[in-house]
């Protein structure tokens, strides 16, 4: 059987079969994290028997897709319907190192339900996908945070433009690992509209919640307010399942405890990437 192995966030997992494999392989984010050999943590398998969804947990939208996520009788499930199509199903045992995946193998559809299932694999290591976009200056990790429109991407693109030697790792879904007491974020496959694929990972040096405002200001944020800042850019699929959840609060909780977070009411100009790159790093921007 054809078997290509990927790492994401430090955790290796194999894409098995044939049809399964050439269908990742077409995926152009994936191409940088494929690996000669690794530990497998999990493998993605093209399933066959679709199980019944026994507790519907959270339902989403976007673009004309609806997206059921759920309990099966041993596991969870992601179901994405688009409008007058098939729909794409991905589910996993709870005891099983294996996610299953059939139905309309549509690129948009298997690639979103595989972001669904590495996330539900990986958050019992401490690992979870933060929806922001993420920089890199002096070696170092700035996660941007905030709902979509609010200018993460424009923010990150004016420290690249007005701070010597920032560089954007990525645009939309890095991950987030807890490793010996440290934060890690790391390039991922999954990049929104960026195109930004990069295997590396780098210590978190901070968390910004920006809002847009006709001012530039910026404050540190008090541990409940951290809290709120970085909980809705977690994946919402998993805040309706207690085991689930309680991976997501551990992981959120160690993270608290081991970088500050800020919150950013800003201009789309220099001077608000300017000001946030100091207030993190302590100095002045290199320019």
């Given at each position: 059987m054809m078997?290509?192995?990927?790492?994401?966030?430090?955790?290796?997992?194999?894409?098995?079969?044939?049809?399964?494999?050439?269908?990742?392989e077409c995926i152009e984010g994936f191409k940088p994290f494929l690996v000669e050999e690794g530990e497998v943590l999990f493998s993605f398998v093209e399933g066959t028997d679709v199980p019944e969804m026994q507790q519907v947990q959270y339902e989403f939208a976007y673009e004309d897709v609806i997206g059921t996520f759920g309990r099966t009788e041993q596991g969870f499930m992601l179901t994405l319907k688009p409008e007058a199509e098939e729909p794409f199903h991905l589910w996993h045992h709870a005891q099983e190192k294996e996610v299953q995946m059939c139905g309309n193998w549509s690129v948009r559809l298997y690639r979103f339900a595989m972001w669904v299932g590495l996330g539900l694999m990986v958050a019992p290591y401490?690992?979870?996908?933060?929806?922001?976009?993420?920089?890199?200056?002096?070696?170092?990790?700035?996660?941007?945070?905030?709902?979509?429109?609010t200018g993460k991407s424009t923010h990150t693109r004016l420290w690249r433009e007005y701070i010597g030697g920032a560089?954007?790792?990525?645009?939309?879904?890095?991950?987030?690992?807890?490793?010996?007491?440290?934060?890690?974020?790391?390039?991922?496959?999954?990049?929104?509209?960026?195109?930004?694929?990069?295997?590396?990972?780098?210590?978190?040096?901070?968390?910004?919640?920006?809002?847009?405002?006709p001012y530039n200001r910026i404050q540190k944020l008090s541990v409940l307010q951290a809290y709120g800042a970085i909980h809705p850019s977690c994946p919402p699929e998993f805040a309706y399942d207690e085991k689930l959840y309680d991976h997501i609060s551990s992981f959120i909780n160690q993270l608290l405890s081991s970088v500050p977070f800020y919150h950013l009411a800003c201009l789309p100009d220099a001077a608000a990437a300017q000001l946030s790159c100091q207030t993190v790093f302590g100095h002045e921007a290199d320019s």
């Open positions: 078997n290509n192995i990927y790492q994401v966030a430090g955790h290796h997992f194999a894409v098995s079969g044939e049809n399964l494999c050439k269908a990742v401490g690992t979870v996908a933060i929806h922001s976009s993420c920089i890199v200056y002096k070696d170092k990790a700035v996660l941007f945070l905030g709902e979509s429109g560089f954007l790792l990525n645009d939309d879904s890095p991950f987030l690992r807890v490793e010996d007491g440290k934060v890690w974020a790391y390039g991922s496959p999954w990049s929104g509209k960026t195109p930004c694929y990069k295997q590396e990972r780098y210590e978190l040096k901070g968390c910004v919640r920006l809002s847009q405002a």
